[in-house]
Structures are given as structure tokens and as C-alpha cells.
């Protein structure tokens, strides 16, 4: 839907005051109380390492109950020092029943709200905002990405523009399940990022030859998507296979989730993984992961194939 010039100035406006009043003072003490906080970031910051996806988890519309068991991982991601939440218009109701949550417990400082735009009209970014933010009930937003890449010319624009006006801190771009890599690649080449998001997991490595290394090289901080492979790599080896009696021993690795986030959340370029769950046990056992003792690249060697091999 198309809306008319001044009406976006005037969608922008409110999303840049919104910005200005919110502040990332508390996302410092967040870091800092991790064992092995992520790469920093391109001005010096740093998220804590295990962040919180929302798609498919949070798309629960309506419903009470299921409302209710949110706002609970919700609370269960902030009281373990969570940090970055990510979403998209494209997740439905997540955004809502973000919204919610965040009603039911307060803001608390430590929140880095993570969203997108999604739209191939660039007309309608701005609107896409608003609404996005009046869901979460937050006055802003601390980080803008392109969703999938599209029409990621023009909304960079928009949000460079933005971030040139003081009215935006981080801009990033996305991409999943391995699409679009090469494109990836010119844009984290030729354009200037604060972040980026990619799927990055134990058995998807891909990104490792060029995407990692060309934002390590350019200080744009990487958020790991799908670090389970949406769900299906930790319920097989939870199935079958106890974990490694030596990653136990050497680097404290007393569950799946330690093991396979430990190992995306060590790569030197990666500042954030956002696992996605429904259940506060699960929540738990992620938020252990980013605490802790990091595998060296000899071990994370040896993860791959000890997953490789099973």
C-alpha cells in the first residue's frame, strides 16, 4: 500500500524520536556480565552471545494460554541476562504477542530489539516501522534490517538516511537457509552495515569461506540464524546420542544446546545467535550456552566431526 510523502516524513519522524529517547547504556552491562562476550561491534558495543528468534514460536495470534507460556520464556530469556530479540512482519503474529509480553513484564533495559522490513515497495518502509513498533509497545527499535534482501537497494537507502539523521544506531541486512549468498556478498561488500544475518550452524557451514570472513574483515557484527537448523539437528541428536564425554570435560558442554551454540557463537565474527523456542526448560538451556568456556578452533574441528560422524 502506498501512503503519501508527508505522511512518511511523518512515520520516519516519530520512529527517529523514538530512537533518540531510548538509549544502549544497558546493552553494555548486559555484554559485560558474559563469560565470553561476542566480537564488538562497529562502535565498541557488544550483545550478550545468545539472543531470542520468534518465528513459528511467537505466531500464537490470540490465544490466552499460549500467550501466557510467552510472556514466561519471555521472562525466563531477560531474568538469564538475554539481550537481542528479532522479528519481522513476516512472522505473523509474533510482533504482537511480543507486544504482550513485554506489556505483562516491563521493558527491561537489557532489551536490543531486533526487526525488519519486509516489503517490495519502498514506499511503505516507513509505515512497516510504525506498525512493527506499535505491536512490540516499545518507543523504538535498536537495530533495522532488510528482510531476505528485498528490495535491499532502496531500503538501505532509506535506512542509511536514517542513521545519517541520527535517527537509527544499527543497520543490517538478512538472508536464511543458505539463499541468495552471492548477492550477499557484493552488498557486505559495498555497502556500509552495522550487522548482518545469516544462517550459520554446525552442519551449514558455507558462510564460513566468504560471508564470515568479509564482515570480520569490515566490523560488521554477524547474527546467527537457525543455529539448530530449525529444530530438526538438536531433536535428532537429543533422540540418540549423548553428548561428547570430552566437549563435558573440556569445554563444560552439558547439553545439545551448549554444544551446538558454543560452537556457532565461538566463530570470531559472530556477535549473537537467535535460537527460537516455545518452552521456558528449553530457554534454560539455551541461555547456559552463552556462559562458560568457548571451544578453540582445534576443538571446534573436533565438534564438526564428532557431529559429522554420527
Known amino acids: 500500500m502506498n501512503i503519501p510523502r508527508h505522511k512518511r516524513r511523518d512515520v520516519l519522524k516519530h520512529f527517529a524520536l523514538g530512537i533518540g529517547a531510548m538509549g544502549l547504556g544497558p546493552l553494555l552491562r548486559a555484554g559485560a556480565a558474559t563469560a565470553d562476550p561476542g566480537p564488538r561491534m562497529a562502535d565498541g558495543r557488544r550483545l550478550p552471545p545468545i539472543g531470542m528468534g520468534t518465528w513459528i514460536s511467537f505466531n500464537v ?3 490466552p494460554v499460549l500467550r501466557g507460556a510467552r510472556v514466561e520464556v519471555l521472562r525466563a530469556f531477560f531474568e538469564l541476562g538475554g539481550g537481542m530479540v528479532d522479528c519481522s512482519p513476516m512472522y505473523g503474529s509474533s510482533a504482537e504477542v511480543l507486544g504482550h509480553a513485554l506489556q505483562r513484564l516491563g521493558v527491561p533495559d537489557t532489551l536490543f530489539s531486533a526487526e525488519k522490513v519486509w516489503t517490495r515497495n519502498a514506499s511503505e518502509a516507513g509505515e512497516q516501522i510504525e506498525a512493527q513498533r506499535t505491536a512490540w509497545r516499545v ?7 532488510v528482510h531476505n534482501l528485498m528490495a535491499w537497494e532502496a531500503h538501505l537507502d532509506t535506512l542509511a538516511q536514517l542513521k545519517a539523521d541520527g535517527a537509527l544506531r544499527y543497520v543490517g541486512i538478512t538472508t536464511s537457509h543458505g539463499r541468495r549468498h552471492r548477492e550477499l556478498e557484493r552488498v557486505l561488500e559495498t ?5 548482518v544475518q545469516l544462517t550459520y550452524n554446525i552442519t551449514h557451514r558455507e558462510v564460513e569461506r566468504r560471508l564470515l570472513p568479509i564482515a570480520h574483515e569490515r566490523g560488521i557484527a554477524v547474527i ?3 543455529p539448530y537448523d530449525g529444530g530438526a539437528l538438536i531433536r535428532a541428536l537429543k533422540r540418540s546420542h549423548p553428548v561428547p564425554a570430552w566437549a563435558r570435560e573440556a569445554i563444560g558442554c552439558q547439553t545439545w544446546a551448549d554444544y551446538l551454540l558454543r560452537f556457532v557463537v565461538s566463530h570470531p565474527a559472530v556477535a549473537c545467535a537467535i535460537p527460537a ?3 521456558v526448560a528449553h530457554m534454560r538451556e539455551n541461555m547456559g550456552a552463552g556462559v562458560g568456556p568457548m571451544p ?4 571446534r574441528a573436533r565438534m564438526v566431526r564428532e557431529v559429522e560422524a554420527i
Do not use: K
Open 61 to 63: 495470534g490470540a490465544d
Open 139 to 145: 518507543p523504538a527499535f535498536d537495530l533495522m534490517q
Open 191 to 195: 555497502r556500509e552495515l552495522d550487522f
Open 224 to 226: 546467527a540464524n537457525r
Open 277 to 279: 523456542t516455545s518452552q
Open 296 to 299: 578453540d578452533p582445534e576443538q
